[in-house]
């Protein structure tokens, strides 16, 4: 695996987050803490930079940070991924259709209101 460092603000713009966003997810064991090096910079390495990138997609879908801990270890062995997948799929699914169903009725309200005619 390559080795190169760049600066956690490369790493962050990767990523499309802030640093702080990043330190939060070392904090929080989403992602490892960077290697040291001699000179006391900090070292990080492509599977760093996939795993911040795999962490993002998984928050724009929608994921939250616990069901995203729950697939990382299985991300990097994916004979394992298929039932745990399903299964936080099939809950996060319900989440999105109970939102459509919730969007859906303030939609026929608001088309309700507009269209009474207006009241002065």
Known sequence: MKQYSDSIDQIARIGNCTVDTIRYYEQNGLMPSPQRIENNELLYNERYQEQLLYIRHNRELGFSLNDIRELLP????????????????????????????QLEKMKKEFQRILSEPSKR
């Not at 990097?76 to 459509?100: C, F, Q, S």
Request: aromatic share 4%.
């Open 74 to 101: 299985l991300a990097y062995a994916p004979e394992k991924l298929h039932p745990v997948t399903k299964e936080i799929a099939r809950k996060h699914l319900e989440t999105i259709e109970d939102k459509i169903v």
